[in-house]
């Protein structure tokens, strides 16, 4: 586990920017895992940047991203879908074949989620995947719980996060209640694994991550099995570590 803290969210992204842009500059044909949420926008924007300014070329960049929920429109503001269109794919290079984000129907079957999973194995498997943290220590949406799945699959939103991500919307009864997400395999198979984390309402997550036992309830702290496992957090998020 390689440990990053850095002085503010501005430099947070930026490190994490420059994480992608080597990988990229390194292997013109990678494979990424995304996240959406708050916390990788900033990296997000700054790859922008990087892309206008020339420094990095995404034309043969393969994109999966981690979850989705269920039931929103893939051009309803606060699906991830839209997010990802509207703070990043939009403004750089990446072939739109090459992305891919879960289906976000609510009828999705086990079939949409092998199938999800069977793209990425296509693919090569990822060699860079982006990860942010819940509060209460989910990553993609793998929710703390007794048992964790491996792969691709529906789960049920926690109360905590419902909550957590009811900010978004105009009221808490407006969150999805289920979403489809990338499992703890399909995470912990990636070459390489970055975790974001901004704000001291991440911090007690995060000292869970890395210093906590590993445990199904909080699923980042699996990270700490990752041989190639890089947290990148401000200083308000490593308060506590
Ligand atoms: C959502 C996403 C996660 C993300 C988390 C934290 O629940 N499914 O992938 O890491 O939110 O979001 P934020 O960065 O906004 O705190």
């Not at 999973?117 to 007794?146: M, R, S, T, Y």
């Not at 995470?187 to 974001?196: E, H, S, T, W």
Request: charged share 15%; glycine share 6%.
């Amino acid at each position: 586990m390689k440990i990053y803290v850095m002085e503010d969210y501005q430099k947070l992204s930026a490190k994490a920017a420059q994480i992608v842009s080597s990988q990229v500059t390194l292997k013109n044909n990678t494979v990424l895992g995304l996240a959406t949420g708050s916390t990788p926008e900033g990296m997000y924007q700054k790859l922008i940047e990087m892309y206008d300014a020339g420094s990095i070329d995404f034309s043969e960049v393969t994109t999966f991203n981690l979850d989705e929920y269920l039931g929103l429109d893939p051009d309803h503001p606060q699906s991830y879908h839209y997010y990802m269109h509207h703070k990043f794919f939009n403004y750089v290079n990446i072939p739109s074949q090459n992305i891919h984000i879960p289906p976000g129907q609510e009828n999705n079957t086990a079939e949409t989620c092998h199938n999800y999973e069977q793209k990425i194995v296509n693919a090569g498997g990822i060699d860079l995947q982006i990860l942010g943290i819940g509060v209460n220590g989910h990553i993609g949406f793998n929710e703390p719980a007794k048992y964790l799945n491996t792969q691709t699959h529906v789960v049920n939103l926690s109360a905590e996060t419902i909550s957590a991500n009811s900010r978004f919307f105009s009221k808490e009864s407006e969150v999805p209640r289920q979403a489809i997400t990338m499992g703890m395999g399909s995470i912990m198979q990636a070459q390489k694994v970055i975790l974001l984390a901004s704000g001291k309402s991440k911090a007690e997550a995060i000292k869970e991550t890395v210093n906590g036992k590993i445990t199904t309830e909080v699923p980042a702290s699996f990270l700490q099995l990752h041989h190639e496992f890089i947290l990148i957090a401000d200083k308000e998020a490593a308060a506590y570590i």
